[in-house]
């Protein structure tokens, strides 16, 4: 794999591309990088190697074997949907500044699609100060309770105080023992 580019990249298309959009991705580099209209040293090279890059991924056969070379890919479930569309595939290498618009559409999940949320690692820190005195450390530890009891069994909590020095309460743990830690 290391010794060929990665067609789908020269293309400025994902993996998933349809036959389609690997044609129009094609015309559009070829477009551009043809010999006859782009003359910038090196475009010549590219766009070799986007005809290389149609002729394998728009035969089905050639393009088997080409992603067979690819690890499989992974499909990270994120809870928001990303598309971005740019006002260009490519740019031509040219002494000038060029612009390139980019526009990026988030979306959440549909919710049958939704994921768990990750593990959390809860640290509560606790000033036990004497400003911190009756009736504010009482709803401090009304809320400490609160947020452990919804704590979920994957989740890690610890609790650390503080005035002149900090010191662990409750070192960090997974599935506490809900009452011996509200006690």
Known sequence: MDSQPDFYALLGLNRQATPDEIRKAFFSAAHRLHPDKNIT???TEIFLEVQQAYETLSDPEKRAHYDSQFPPQEETPYPI????????QSLVRLEEPQLVYALLELTPRATEEQIPSPPLNLCLALDCSTSMQGLSMDLVKATAIQLLRRL??????????????????IPATRSPDLPKLEA
């Open 152 to 169: 979920r069994p994957q989740d890690v909590f610890s609790v650390v105080t503080f005035s002149d020095r900090a010191e662990a309460l």
């Open 81 to 88: 949907r990303q598309r971005v569309l740019y006002s260009r």
């Open 41 to 43: 040293p090196g475009e």
